[in-house]
């Protein structure tokens, strides 16, 4: 019996002497992950040739408020460009459905197309 433990013994020293293999997690070779942040993409700017559902739209002169009517007329029109509601341009050619140079029509009209379609750009013209 003496003989077992001291076998016993004996394991347990050389046990204990004898250094433990790591856990192998995998850790040891990896990078540090970088912190996790959220990044916000910035909303794209309205394009200039950007247009309410529905528009632009040639409609006749005739259409028009009677102020814009009488001016677009006085200048030999019979259609005009209407590019919102309450926003007219005058027909110049097929350049100005694509890219109007000129907004007539009721001020807050205007400018709300102005801010929400054409990025705060201002344009000639006039407004009531």
């Known amino acids: 019996m003496k003989r077992i433990a001291v076998i016993a013994a004996g394991l347990c ?7 433990a293999a790591p856990a192998d997690d995998g850790s040891e070779f ?7 942040t959220t990044v916000t993409l910035p909303t794209p700017s309205p394009t200039p040739t950007a247009f309410p559902d529905g528009f632009p ?27 919102a509601p309450g926003v007219w341009s005058p027909v110049q050619g097929a350049a100005a459905i694509v890219n109007p140079r000129v907004l007539d029509g009721y001020c807050a009209s205007v ?10 750009a201002k344009y000639s013209g006039t407004c009531w």
Do not use: I, N, W
């Open 13 to 19: 020293l050389v046990a204990a002497c004898t250094p």
């Open 57 to 83: 739209k040639v409609v006749p002169v005739r259409s028009l408020p009677a102020r814009l009517r009488d001016q677009y007329r006085a200048g030999g029109a019979t259609e005009a460009l209407q590019v």
């Open 30 to 36: 990896d990078e540090p992950s970088p912190p996790v």
């Open 111 to 120: 400018e709300a197309f102005e801010r929400q379609y054409r990025a705060g």
